[in-house]
């Protein structure tokens, strides 16, 4: 009877040793899974990041250039009116002129 509780206490070990051998793999599997999950989960954090900022720098592009475009046209009315004044004190001057030459 001895040698049968020896054998299965010695069989009980190697089902033990066995066990533990599993366990180191498989926590190692898992492991590595969770590691791949995680670089997974940061590149697409860093792509919707990429694309937010992209879609907000494309948002204040837009209006910028609706800025430069309200800028340059009030500009060229301001613009306008200088040559129109302009030509109004040219003619001015050239009646002015002449009024004194033919005088």
Known sequence: ??????????????????????????AKEIGAKARAQEEAAIHEANAKGKKLMQAKFEKARQEAQVDVDSFIEKNRREGEALKDEARENIQKAQDYIIGRIVK
């Open 1 to 26: 009877m001895n040698s049968e509780v020896i054998k299965a206490v010695r069989e009980a070990e190697g089902q033990a040793t066995q066990m533990q051998m599993d366990a180191k793999v498989n």
